[in-house]
């Protein structure tokens, strides 16, 4: 049986994307995010401890980025864990652990919010639901214009 590679986070950008483009039309931005998390320790005091995570996106996603994206933005990502293995110019081994993102939803206030991106696809969710809502009520009216027609 396989395993199960996913990640999910909601987190602030810590500086704004770095993008590179690469031959063949290829795209790719790494951010940084920080996830904190708050709790109170026994002794009641507040306590927080912050993570940041290294993200990679490609082609359409990294596009966005380039062009939405800033720094201390909040946002949603979904992705996998990939690792990347190197050797320095000392011949040491080096591996750097990062998120490889397939989805991501902008969230909050700071240079707007609540857009929905997945990986590779330009264009909000919002607006494929759109279009997709009207294309049905189009379909319906064309069904019962062809219903008023019928001889029965």
């Keep these: 049986m396989g395993g199960v590679n996913k990640v999910?986070?909601?987190?602030?950008?810590?500086?704004?994307?770095?993008?590179?483009?690469?031959?063949?039309?290829?795209?790719?931005?790494?951010?940084?995010?920080?996830?904190?998390?708050?709790?109170?320790?026994?002794?009641?005091?507040?306590?927080?401890?912050?993570?940041?995570?290294?993200?990679?996106?490609?082609?359409?996603?990294?596009?966005?980025?380039?062009?939405?994206?800033?720094?201390?933005?909040?946002?949603?990502?979904?992705?996998?864990?990939?690792?990347d293995t190197w050797e320095d110019d000392q011949g040491n081994t080096r591996r750097k652990t990062k998120i490889r993102v397939s989805n991501m939803t902008m969230l909050g206030n700071a240079g707007g919010g609540g857009d929905d991106f997945s990986g590779g696809n330009s264009a909000p969710r919002k607006q494929e639901t759109a279009v997709k809502q009207e294309t049905k009520e189009a379909e319906t009216e064309n069904s019962s214009a062809e219903m008023d027609d019928l001889p029965f």
Excluded: C, F
Excluded at 63 to 77: D, M, P, S, W
């Design 8 to 83: 999910i986070l909601v987190g602030n950008l810590g500086k704004d994307p770095e993008v590179r483009y690469l031959e063949n039309d290829k795209v790719v931005a790494n951010l940084t995010l920080a996830t904190t998390e708050s709790y109170k320790d026994r002794s009641g005091n507040r306590v927080s401890n912050t993570e940041w995570h290294d993200l990679e996106m490609w082609d359409g996603l990294a596009r966005i980025a380039e062009q939405y994206l800033k720094k201390g933005k909040q946002i949603y990502v979904e992705g996998r864990i990939k690792s």
